[in-house]
C-alpha cells in the first residue's frame, strides 16, 4: 500500500506569494493531521481532521494558514501571503482511528518549504 | 499539559556500541500512548514503536528494545549493537487519553540525534 503522499516535496517562494501544499492520506484512514517542523520549535501540530471535518485548528500559527480537506483522499494546506519565517519542513501524516484509540500517525515525507 | 523530554540533544557512538536513548515524559491522564520515530538524513518519519499506559511490558524488535517504566516516567529506547544506518534523528512523542477529540494530539520532544561512526 502507497503511504502518505505529500507534493511538492521543495517548494522556494517569494515573501508574499501564495503556497499551496498538497497531501494523500493512506487509503482509509480517517484521521489526517498536519505538523510543522522547524529547528526552533521542532516539531508541532497545526491542525487535524476527522472525517475530512476540522476537529483542532488551535495550532493554526495565525490567519494567513488555512487548511481544507475536500474529500476522504485530499488535504491543502495554504499560506497566503507567505513570510520568511514561514520557512519550515511540513509534514502531513494520517490514522485510522479506531475503536476511539490513539491509533498509529504515519507520516508522508514533507514538503521543505523556503519563503526568501 | 502534556510534555516530552528527551535531555540528550546528540549522542555520538562507535558502531556495534549499544547506546540508550532517553525519554521521559509528563501527562495528568492516566490513559496515553507513548511512541518512538526515527527521522534519518533524508527526512522523512518512520514509525518505530507504539505502547499505551496499561502495558508496562518491555519490547525487544530485533536490535531495538524499550522499557517503559511508569514509576519514572520514562520510556527508554536502546540500539543494540549499533550501526551506521542506525544514524538518524530519533523522537519521543506522547499523546493522552482515550476520549476523542484532543487525545490524538502528539506531543514530541525535541529529539536525539544520533550518529554512528564506522
Known amino acids: 500500500d502507497a503511504g502518505v503522499i505529500q507534493s511538492p516535496r521543495h517548494e522556494v517562494t517569494e515573501m508574499g506569494q501564495e503556497v499551496t501544499l498538497r497531501c494523500k492520506p493512506i487509503s482509509g484512514h480517517d484521521y489526517l493531521f498536519w505538523y510543522r517542523q522547524t529547528m526552533m520549535r521542532g516539531l508541532e501540530l497545526l491542525i487535524y481532521?476527522?472525517?475530512?471535518?476540522?476537529?483542532?485548528d488551535s495550532g493554526m500559527p495565525e490567519d494567513r494558514f488555512s487548511a481544507k480537506m475536500p474529500n476522504a483522499s485530499f488535504s491543502t494546506l495554504k499560506i497566503q501571503p507567505s513570510e520568511p519565517r514561514d520557512s519550515a519542513v511540513y509534514f502531513c501524516?494520517?490514522?485510522?482511528?479506531?475503536?476511539?484509540?490513539?491509533?498509529?500517525?504515519?507520516f508522508g515525507p514533507g514538503t521543505r518549504l523556503t519563503v526568501l | 499539559a502534556q510534555k516530552v523530554t528527551q535531555a540528550q540533544t546528540e549522542i555520538s557512538v562507535v558502531e556495534k556500541e549499544d547506546v540508550t536513548l532517553d525519554c521521559v515524559y509528563e501527562t495528568r491522564d492516566t490513559t496515553y500512548y507513548l511512541f518512538w520515530y526515527k527521522q534519518p538524513p533524508s527526512g522523512e518519519l518512520v514509525f518505530l514503536i507504539r505502547?499505551?499506559?496499561?502495558?508496562?511490558q518491555n519490547e525487544i524488535s530485533g536490535r531495538y528494545s524499550w522499557n517503559f517504566q511508569k514509576s519514572t516516567s520514562s520510556f527508554n529506547f536502546t540500539i543494540t549493537a549499533s550501526q551506521v544506518v542506525d544514524s538518524a534523528v530519533y523522537f519521543c512523542a506522547l499523546s493522552e487519553g482515550d476520549s476523542g477529540g484532543s487525545n490524538y494530539k502528539l506531543t514530541f520532544g525535541k529529539g536525539t540525534l544520533l550518529t554512528v561512526n564506522p
Open positions: 501524516a494520517s490514522s485510522d482511528g479506531l475503536a476511539g484509540t490513539t491509533d498509529t500517525q504515519y
Open positions: 481532521f476527522n472525517n475530512n471535518v476540522p476537529i483542532d
Open positions: 505502547r499505551n499506559s496499561f502495558d508496562e
